[in-house]
């Protein structure tokens, strides 16, 4: 079985800056993708960014510019710095991670969630 825990999310004003961290641990042979997806109340759960293996990342165009996504392979921890936040980046995030076990097949794995609120 495979764990990914969020932590750094919480309460901050619009324009301030957030850093979410995500570390995975257990059964763990390779992880493919690494990233965050946000839910926020009435709406679908959305990717925010991702990146892969080989460091490449992919974002959200309502993050481009804002938002940084870094990993670190060997710790398996990806992390989202988060900046210029807004009002409607409040929703709660998720760490996500497509992960091949030692002994099964590929899955996608999800965080329990970590909230972000942007609010004077």
């Known amino acids: 079985q495979v764990q990914l825990v969020e932590s750094g999310g919480g309460l901050v004003q619009p324009g301030g800056s957030l850093r979410l961290s995500c570390a995975a641990s257990?059964?763990?042979?390779?992880?493919?993708?690494m990233g965050w997806y946000r839910q926020a109340p009435g709406k679908e759960r959305g990717l925010v960014a991702r990146?892969?293996?080989?460091?490449?990342?992919e974002y959200a165009d309502s993050v481009k510019g804002r938002f940084t996504i870094s990993r670190d392979n060997a710790k398996n921890t990806v992390d989202l710095e988060m900046n210029s936040l807004k009002p409607e980046d409040t929703a709660v995030y998720y760490c996500?991670?497509?992960?091949?076990?030692?002994?099964?097949?590929?899955?996608?794995?999800w965080g329990q969630g970590t909230q972000v609120t942007v609010s004077s």
């Open positions: 257990g059964n763990i042979f390779r992880i493919y993708y």
């Open positions: 996500n991670a497509i992960i091949s076990p030692y002994d099964g097949p590929r899955y996608n794995g």
């Open positions: 990146i892969t293996s080989a460091g490449s990342p």
